[in-house]
C-alpha cells in the first residue's frame, strides 16, 4: 500500500516539472525522470516530494548512494516525514530501526480508509480478525472460561473489521486508531461503544488500570518497531485473567525487522521474550499468515497474552 503524497513547491513551474517526470516515470524512462527531477529541485530546492521521487527512482535504478542523499533531503526537508523517508532510509541500512513517523501513518491511513477493505480483504485475502478470533476462542476453551468479554479495546481498529469478528462475544467495545478517516468508517459500522483518534500508547495510556477484559491488535504490530510500550501499557489496562491478542508479520532471523513492504516483522523469539519481559503470559503463539502478497501467503504470528 505505497502512499502517495504531493507537497506543493510553491513554484508552479516546479510542480509542473514534476508532473512531467512522474509522467515519465509511469512510462518506464527512469533515467530521463531523474535528470527532470534534478532541474525540478535545482529550481526549488526545498521541493520535499520531488526529492523524494527522486530517492524512489535512484533507488529502482540500483544507486544507492543517490537514493540515500535524495531521501535525507526529503526528510529534513518535512521533519514530519508524511512520505516516510526515513523509512527509506531504515531500508536501505542507512538509518538504524526506528519507530515509523505516526504523519506518515496518518497520511497512508487516511488515503486508504475508503477502499481499505477492498485493498485489504478482496486484494490481499486478508484474516487477521479471524484469527484473533479463533486464537481467543481457543485460548478460552484451554482455560476452561467462557468467551465473551465485557469491555475489550481494538488498537489500531481501522475500518472496524475485528469489532465485526468479535461482536457477538464483547459487551462495550473501545476503538482507537490514528487515522482520523479509518475512524469515521469505524464510527459507521456501530459496533463502537467509543472511539479515539489516538496512537495505540497514547490511547491506552489514557484507559484506567484493570478497566479491559480483552485487547485487540489485529495487523498494527506491523506498524510498531517496538513492543515493549504496547505490552506494558495492555498489561496495566487488562484486568487479572484479561487477555492481550495480536498479529505480526514474522522472519527467520532475530529480533525486528524492516520488510520489503515497509512493515516490521517480529521474529518468534523476539515475541516471546517482549511478551514475558513485560509480566505477561502468552498462551498461544502459533505461525499463521493474515495477508498474501503476490498469493505467496506473508509469513506471520498469532499471539496470545494473559495477565495471570
Ligand atoms: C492494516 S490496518 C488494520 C485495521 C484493523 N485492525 C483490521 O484488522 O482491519 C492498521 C491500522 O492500524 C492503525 N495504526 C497503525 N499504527 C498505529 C499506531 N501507532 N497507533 C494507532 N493506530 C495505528 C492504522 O491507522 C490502521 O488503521
Redesign the pocket.
Known amino acids: 500500500m505505497p502512499t502517495r503524497v504531493f507537497l506543493t513547491s510553491g513554484d508552479l513551474m516546479a510542480d509542473r516539472r514534476y508532473d512531467f517526470a512522474r509522467d515519465l516515470q509511469m512510462k518506464g524512462d527512469l533515467v530521463g525522470a531523474a535528470d527532470l527531477l534534478l532541474q525540478t529541485t535545482d529550481l526549488a530546492p526545498n521541493f520535499v516530494t520531488a526529492w523524494f521521487s527522486l530517492g524512489d527512482i535512484r533507488e529502482a535504478l540500483g544507486e544507492r548512494d543517490a537514493a540515500i542523499a535524495a531521501f535525507r533531503k526529503a526528510w529534513a526537508g518535512d521533519p514530519d516525514d508524511r512520505h516516510g523517508a526515513s523509512l527509506r532510509l531504515m531500508r536501505l541500512g542507512a538509518e538504524p530501526l526506528a519507530a515509523?513517523p505516526?504523519f506518515y501513518?496518518?497520511t497512508?491511513?487516511d488515503q486508504y480508509a475508503r477502499r481499505?477493505?477492498s485493498a485489504?480483504v478482496d486484494d490481499l485475502g486478508?484474516r487477521?480478525?479471524e484469527l484473533l478470533f479463533r486464537a481467543v476462542l481457543a485460548v478460552r476453551a484451554a482455560a476452561r472460561k467462557p468467551a465473551f468479554f465485557k469491555r475489550a479495546i481494538?488498537?489500531?481498529?481501522?475500518?472496524?473489521?475485528?469489532a465485526a469478528a468479535f461482536a457477538r462475544k464483547v459487551d462495550h467495545f473501545i476503538g482507537?486508531?490514528?487515522?482520523p478517516r479509518?475512524i469515521e468508517q469505524a464510527r459507521v459500522t456501530g459496533f463502537y461503544a467509543e472511539l479515539a483518534v489516538?496512537?495505540?500508547?497514547q490511547?491506552l495510556r489514557a484507559r484506567p488500570d484493570g478497566s479491559a477484559d480483552l485487547i485487540?491488535?489485529?495487523?498494527?504490530m506491523?506498524?510498531?518497531a517496538d513492543l515493549a510500550p504496547v505490552l506494558a501499557e495492555s498489561r496495566r489496562v487488562l484486568a487479572d485473567g484479561g487477555l492481550f491478542a495480536f498479529t505480526t508479520e514474522t522472519h527467520a532471523g532475530e529480533g525486528v525487522i524492516l520488510g520489503e513492504g515497509l512493515r516490521y516483522a517480529h521474529a518468534a523469539a523476539h515475541v516471546r521474550a517482549s511478551v514475558e519481559s513485560a509480566g505477561l503470559t502468552l498462551s498461544l503463539l502459533e505461525d499463521r499468515s493474515a495477508r498474501a502478497e503476490d498469493n505467496v501467503p506473508v509469513p506471520g504470528l498469532v499471539a496470545v497474552a494473559t495477565k495471570t
Do not use: R
Not at 489516538?198 to 500508547?201: F, G, W
Not at 485487540?216 to 498494527?220: G, I, T
Open positions: 515509523m505516526q501513518l496518518q497512508l491511513f481499505f477493505e485489504l486478508y487477521g480478525p481494538d488498537l489500531g481498529c481501522g475500518t472496524g473489521l475485528a482507537i486508531d490514528l487515522s479509518m489516538a496512537d495505540i500508547v490511547g485487540l491488535a489485529a495487523d498494527v506491523i506498524y510498531v
